[in-house]
Antibody
């Protein structure tokens, strides 16, 4: 059974940094692309970033480019999101999601964690 | 990155059908895109429902009933999620998703109420 467990969320002041982690199990991690998707309170889903199986292809939504960095450690079956210069509009529930294939742009997100909450407030 | 437009809300009665739309901007042609659909209930992560490119190229999520189906309306440049035989458990938020210009883009979501 695929399991994705996010951690690292919490309260942070604007302008500060936070690093999210996602521990994956139940599948061959390095065979698949991985994604971060967020959902602000009472709002819709927003894809944040994705990374292909070998970190060779990475993409971000425009609003986080230059501030967020996605990475993965296939030896540790883990996905990360380094979030710098956080803003109030980054406050959301952040989901880790497994891609359908090894490629970033082919296929959909077929498994999701329960999410970790990031609160940005002074 | 394009904006996908979904009506904020829709409603229908049990047993009826619900037709949810996802309209692409006019500068991108719906015929060139796989449209993915997700269902999300309060307090839960999204659940993949199906994908639709054409009648010969479509997919159904594991365990998703066949009363959930996809299509396109080329004249409206829209993807469509059709839910037939509505049940109370279908009350949820529904999101479309495409891959465009090196990014995944979700629609704003439609809240479906089963009256």
């Amino acid at each position: 059974e695929v399991q994705l467990v996010e951690s690292g969320g919490g309260w942070v002041q604007p302008g500060r940094s936070l690093r999210l982690s996602c521990a994956a199990s139940g599948f061959t991690f390095d065979d698949y692309a991985m994604h971060w998707v967020r959902q602000a309170p009472g709002k819709g889903l927003e894809w944040v970033s994705g990374i292909n199986w070998n970190s060779g292809t990475i993409a971000y939504v425009d609003s986080v480019k230059g501030r967020f960095t996605i990475s993965r450690d296939n030896a540790k079956n883990s996905l990360y999101l380094q979030m710098n210069s956080l803003r109030a509009e980054d406050m959301a529930l952040y989901y880790c999601a497994k891609g359908y294939s090894s490629s970033l742009g082919y296929g959909y997100m077929d498994a999701w964690g329960k999410g970790t909450t990031v609160t940005v407030s002074s | 990155q394009p904006v996908l437009t979904q009506p904020p809300s829709s409603s229908a009665s049990p047993g009826e059908s619900a037709r949810l739309t996802c309209t692409l901007p006019s500068d991108i042609n719906v015929g060139r895109y796989n449209i993915y659909w997700y269902q999300q209930k309060p307090g839960s992560p999204p659940r993949y429902l199906l994908s639709y490119y054409s009648d010969s190229d479509k997919g159904q999520g594991s365990g998703v009933p066949s009363r959930f189906s996809g299509s396109k309306d080329a004249s409206a440049n829209s993807g469509i999620l059709l839910i037939s035989g509505l049940q109370s458990e279908d009350e949820a938020d529904y999101y479309c998703l495409i891959w465009s210009t090196n990014a995944w883009v979700f629609g704003g979501g439609t809240k479906l109420t089963v009256l």
